[in-house]
């Protein structure tokens, strides 16, 4: 089942002289991991707001199209009420501190405290957030004096405290270092596992190579491709439209000179290469 | 003769935190150094004690071999220029042209000498036709490249960029390879703090790898991602092919080029 479906979205913000997305379907199915890619200015960042029901409710602009959310029109949710339904990180970690509470610990419960759920309950799950997230060290810290790397997970525990059905992550990662960046994604598999729906922004596509079901490669405010992770970081193509390819697949396409059943994990690959290469 | 060293270089925050320890460290002009390691790991910290940002609690910074205690900070961001890890942090002029060449007009250089600086600095950061934009009409990414024409427009020995890489897309991040490769063949030296462990194997001479707030090793990239111990002790990873290599027996690989001939000999 879809939860979010996009048919014929196209939208351009007010200052521009052309659409930013372009005549977009797409089908968000439930329980499914995303991986969102394309340059930089392809419209990930707007196509996630659009998602989310944010534009155009907060944008001027023109949209067309249909967005729905679980089969009913975005624009008949609250904004509110649909923002803790779709969680949503943005891609500055800077910015995505509320600026209102002194403590990291204040930091995760904010969004709780907003939609009324009782202290005790919250406490409970500020605390399981902060070892999830390997926040210890940091609970008693203001939020303004992490670094980004820091205040990144810091966000995305704000928005996994909320219990979102679906969660749109821009970037998650950019600021994190290798080891942190990898526990992001363990988080993702984890939310898979609750049966959340997860839709990440990333240029890492090794990582999404391991993670994520689906990808969709935006180009220009257009999907190019959109297919099962395999179908897409196996396609030598997607070099063409701004797509990058995880570094085993590139070393099978353009190295091994091999394009049939490419493999696009770590596991996958040395799978193969231990059986030998056929020439 | 070294461009900048560190000579047992320490700093805490006037809060008695500890964010590096005794750090020792020389860079020689024209040469490309990566400095990586986990998030907290004392990184940013030691690059602002270069430029002057932060002063040291212990051990001395020296540029050209000479004591930088009694220069200000203006005087050795003159010499060392510092591209803030979060871009925000740098701008605050009304357009990319004004932002770039706010530095080289401190300077006071000729107007026509700012001119050239403006317009070299941003075709390497491929900013030529936006120069009347607003900076924040463009998006996080391609702000980072606007405080880094800033800081080479002031055309400093040593430019240190922090994070660089981060939120970049495939173009960019090869944008910028290109840009580090371009300024140590004016040699030019380049110290950048970047998570991409491709991006260090293919543009940098010398990493340094910081953990738990000092320096623990440097060399290149070979001798430190087939280090093993020390990728554990620093919590990194070996790149990708690295890691492929490892995993079928083939020590010391690190580009797809080597593998490539290991595989097929």
Redesign the interface.
């Known amino acids: 089942m879809s939860i979010i479906e996009l048919k014929n979205v196209t939208y351009q913000y007010p200052l521009d002289s052309e659409a930013i997305i372009k005549e977009i379907d797409l089908s968000i199915e439930n329980g499914k991991v995303y991986g969102l890619i394309?340059?930089?200015?392809a419209g990930k960042?707007t196509l996630c707001n659009i998602m989310r029901g944010f534009i155009p409710e907060m944008f001027l602009g023109e949209l067309t199209g249909t967005v729905m959310y679980k089969e009913k029109a975005i624009q008949q949710y609250n904004i509110g009420a649909l923002a803790a339904e779709i969680g949503y990180s943005s891609?500055?970690p800077?910015t995505q501190i509320s600026g209102v509470k002194d403590t990291v610990e204040e930091e995760i419960a904010y969004g709780m405290e907003n939609i009324g759920i009782s202290p005790e309950i919250m406490e409970q799950k500020v605390q399981e957030l902060i070892e999830l997230f390997k926040l210890e060290e940091l609970k008693e810290k203001n939020p303004f004096e992490l670094?980004?790397?820091?205040k990144q997970r810091v966000a995305l525990a704000s928005i996994v405290a909320l219990d979102p059905e679906v969660v749109i992550l821009d970037?998650p990662t950019?600021?994190?270092?290798?080891?942190?960046?990898e526990e992001i994604f363990e988080i993702i598999a984890m939310l898979k596992k609750q049966g959340k729906t997860i839709i990440v922004v990333e240029?890492k596509v090794?990582l999404l190579a391991e993670y994520c079901d689906e990808i969709v490669l935006l180009e220009d405010g257009r999907i190019v491709k959109n297919g099962s992770a395999h179908q897409v970081l196996s396609d030598p193509d997607i070099l063409e439209h701004?797509?990058?390819l995880?570094?085993?697949s590139?070393?099978y396409l353009?190295?091994?000179k091999q394009n049939t059943s490419v493999p696009i994990t770590?596991a996958e690959?040395?799978r193969k290469?231990?059986g030998g290469?056929s020439? | 003769m070294s461009i900048l060293t560190l000579e047992n270089v320490s700093f805490s925050y006037p809060n008695g935190f500890e964010a590096t320890r005794n750090v020792s460290a020389e860079f020689q002009l024209g040469e490309a150094v990566a400095i990586i390691?986990?998030?907290?790991a004392g990184k940013?910290t030691t690059v602002k004690l270069m430029n002057g940002l932060l002063r040291p609690t212990q051990g001395r910074v020296l540029i050209d071999e000479k004591e930088t205690n009694s220069l200000t900070t203006a005087q050795m961001a003159k010499r060392v220029g510092y591209v803030f890890?979060?871009p925000?942090d740098q701008i605050f002029q009304d357009s990319i042209e004004k932002e770039i060449a706010f530095g080289p007009k401190k300077q006071k250089l000729d107007a026509s000498i700012v001119q050239t600086r403006v317009q070299e600095a941003a075709e390497a950061c491929g900013l030529e036709n936006v120069l009347q934009e607003h900076p924040y009409n463009l998006?996080?990414?391609?702000r980072k490249f606007i405080t880094i024409a800033a800081v080479m427009a002031m055309d400093p020995e040593v430019v240190i960029l922090d994070?660089p890489t981060?939120?970049?897309?495939?173009?960019?991040t090869e944008l910028l390879g290109g840009l580090i490769k371009s300024l140590t063949k004016k040699n030019k030296t380049v110290i950048t703090i970047t998570?991409d462990?491709?991006f260090v194997t293919k543009e940098f001479h010398r990493v340094l790898v910081f953990a738990e707030k000092k320096l623990q090793k440097e060399g290149t990239p070979r001798e430190i991602f087939w280090d093993e111990e020390l990728l554990q002790r620093s919590?990194?990873?070996q790149?990708?092919?690295c890691?492929?290599a490892n995993?079928?027996g083939y020590q010391e690989v690190m580009t797809?080029?080597e593998?490539?001939k290991r595989?097929?000999a």
Do not use: C, W
Not at chain 1, 38 to 41: E, L, S, T, Y
Not at chain 1, 147 to 150: A, N, R, T
């Open positions: 394309g340059n930089n200015q960042t891609q500055n800077f670094s980004g790397g820091q970037e950019s600021q994190l270092d290798p080891q942190s960046t240029h090794d701004g797509g990058a995880p570094q085993v590139l070393f353009k190295h091994l770590m690959a040395i290469l231990m290469v020439q | 390691g986990q998030n907290g940013t890890q979060n925000d998006p996080y990414s391609k994070e981060a939120g970049q897309d495939r173009e960019s998570h462990m491709e919590a990194l990873k790149p990708y092919i890691q492929l995993a079928l797809m080029d593998l490539e595989i097929t």
